[in-house]
């Protein structure tokens, strides 16, 4: 059956179809041209795994996948889908071992998939012949866990079932390479601890709403409150020359809470001019050596990694963002807060107590998955009609101000290409 086109409104993408998000065979679609070919994705921190046989349990798309390192000391990445009866066999998110086993018939693996061990692959003995056994020309290294490409790159994991895929560094181009590397500078990292959600929304939709500078300063009232995040902030957006990677880079002012003059600058007053802290420590923000790049010196840099991370830094809290896509209208949503080891007690601390604002129920991501979640049900209920992307024009360009939409229209330029190919 032929594919049912989508009709946009116009050659570009200022006005995005409902049906982007609706359409089940199109998902599909998605699934095999933005995690399966072509792309990387994000799978882990080196430092989840950091002795041998250590292991975590990942996804690439829909595909539940297992990053391992070997006694060798390397990483590898392998398929969780037992090359016997398919069973996805691994159930532990993390752990250490020396060997993976499938339950249902025993078949072993060693932690770079290769099959060591098949139960009655000689057969069984039984009144002086020998019953069942795999055919004699059944070779166990034909046989292993699927492998994927591997690329590591400041303690950062991605992997692609795509073995033909451009290097890490072409795929994420020399733009978004310089706010990656300025984040994970060959410091060594330390896990803080995760947070997981699933919000039923288009997987898209987070890719979005970290592409939008239009939002936080109004849906999040708890940024304009207490100064994080204002539309009057010193800020740039950049893309990669696809437009399907961005970063939104802020420096927060010296303004603090948006009151009187300041709240007219940015026509968003506090949610209550009165509100404090009960712990004035939670704002304890200290500005620290790497965050400059050259002349500028952001106090949050938001990257989107095309389809399936989000790497944050809001002033000292740090963490990753798994986007792993489950069915059209759903995905998880995975934080990896983490910091360095050269961390000092006080700033361990405070990257702890910073990361409140996020996560599930943090003082500010709270807004984020409910706002998707609403959005999703208004799409599959009409999903001829179409959204608005327009505020700062219709174009795709970088731009030095939060007050426009071009990264999100950028992002569905690369989505319609690869797509409509």
Request: with cysteine.
């Amino acid at each position: 059956m032929r594919e049912q086109a989508i009709h946009w409104e116009t050659d570009g993408t200022s006005r995005i179809p409902f049906a982007v998000y609706t359409d089940e065979d199109r998902h599909k679609k998605e699934l095999e041209r933005f995690f399966y070919k072509s792309h990387w994705s994000y799978v882990g921190l080196e430092a989840e795994i950091a002795n041998p046989g250590d292991f975590k349990r990942s996804v690439v798309g829909e595909r539940s996948v297992i990053m391992t390192r070997g006694d060798d000391g390397q990483i590898h990445v392998v398929e969780n889908v037992c090359a016997h009866r398919g069973m996805q066999f691994c159930r532990e998110r993390h752990g250490n071992k020396k060997e993976f086993v499938c339950p249902y018939h025993q078949w072993s693996y060693n932690l770079r998939g290769d099959l060591q061990g098949v139960p009655f692959r000689r057969g069984v003995r039984q009144d002086g012949k020998i019953n069942g056994g795999m055919p004699a020309d059944f070779d166990p290294k034909d046989h292993g866990l699927t492998a994927l490409k591997v690329a590591t790159r400041g303690g950062v994991v991605f992997a692609s079932f795509d073995h033909e895929v451009e290097s890490l560094e072409d795929f994420m181009g020399p733009t978004i390479l310089r706010y990656f590397d300025r984040l994970f500078n060959g410091r060594k990292l330390v896990v803080l601890g995760y947070n997981r959600q699933r919000i039923p929304g288009n997987w898209k939709l987070m890719q979005e709403n970290i592409k939008d500078p239009y939002h936080p300063g109004l849906l999040h009232t708890w940024f304009v409150t207490f100064g994080l995040w204002r539309a009057d902030n010193k800020s740039e957006l950049r893309m990669d020359a696809h437009h399907r990677h961005a970063a939104m880079i802020s420096t927060r002012g010296s303004a603090g809470q948006a009151t009187g003059a300041a709240s007219q600058v940015t026509q968003v007053s506090s949610f209550k001019e009165s509100m404090q802290l009960n712990d004035p420590s939670f704002l304890d923000i200290v500005p620290e050596d790497w965050w400059r790049l050259g002349d500028q010196v952001p106090s949050a840099v938001m990257m989107t990694l095309f389809p399936s991370v989000i790497f944050q830094q809001q002033v000292n809290s740090v963490s990753t963002r798994h986007i792993q896509p489950d069915g059209h209208g759903a995905f998880d949503f995975v934080w990896t807060h983490f910091g360095f080891e050269d961390d000092t007690p006080e700033m361990h601390e405070r990257r702890l107590r910073q990361s409140n604002l996020f996560g599930p129920a943090g003082f500010v991501s709270a807004d984020d998955g409910e706002v998707i979640e609403f959005s999703q049900q208004a799409f599959e209920t009409k999903p001829e009609h179409r959204m608005l992307v327009e505020l700062g024009g219709r174009d795709v360009a970088e731009a030095d101000h939060m007050v426009t939409e071009t990264l999100i229209r950028g992002m569905y330029a690369y989505w319609r290409k690869v797509m409509e190919a």
